[in-house]
């Protein structure tokens, strides 16, 4: 069933290959072997990768909901015996170079020195999926739209920016705004936050005469970096990154009101690990000064 639930999360067997840290092939084969055994097909196959049958939709819609209890239930069997009090752990998916995630959690780090933080990258679909299944306490994306099972806290926000290599014809300007950006190659990375920044991309700039050039690089964010510094092509980034030093690196805000984007902390509401709440009530307080927090 984990083979199961992470296909149709990932909506292809690759990518929960990756997710589960095996092959796609055993990942094929265990579904295919699950669906001879119901005897009925959950997924269709094709070249995109995959999507759920109409069976197979109405199956995990009756599962999934069974399966997180049982997963919640072998986690907290398995604490049982440890002192978990004292860790939050939280998962990201931009860089702590800089910027106000990386002061928040500096600043508590400061204040309660008896709390370890376990940072943990993923995805969103991921870190999602565990925090509703409490295998990670707290999680942060971009964004503030209500999520079921979870509770949403905004807390700050960051203007976009735009990557370029220090020879790119734009570096002479101080600021950009999209129509300076329609001819450009936007290169980004296949893992997060590779995938938002490319529907961010084409939702900024895609009409009904354009389409942005966008390439997917089967790298981590740091090495797609390098590759802007060499010239390969562009990308978006976070304020954090701005903070990072890279030779023949640059970055220009953009300057319109939309990009300018929240950042919000998302947990479980039945999460009842003490270390997690001091947290929480720790960035409440901080939103003020993070700037944009919003209210409770």
Known sequence: MRFVLA???QMSFSGAAQALG?????VSRRVRDFEDEIGVALFERTPAGVRLTDAGTRFLGEIAPALRKVEAALHHAGAAGRVEEGTVRIGIITTLAGG??????SSFQGMYKDVRLDIRDGGRRDHL??????????AFFTGNTPLADCEVFELWRERVHVALGAGHPLVDSVALDWPMLREERFIVATHEPGPEVH???VRRIADYSTYPDVTQCPVIQETLMHMVAMGTGITLVSE??????????????????EDIMPFSAVWSPLNDNPALRRFISFARTMAPKLGQGTAP
């Open 7 to 9: 296909a149709a999360e």
């Open 22 to 26: 095996t092959r796609a092939s055993s």
């Open 100 to 105: 106000m995630l990386r002061e928040l959690i």
């Open 129 to 138: 999926r565990a925090v509703r299944s409490r295998e990670i306490d707290i």
């Open 199 to 201: 529907d961010y991309v």
């Open 240 to 257: 954090g990154w701005t903070k990072m030093t890279l030779p023949e690196l640059t970055f220009r805000p953009l300057t319109a009101p």
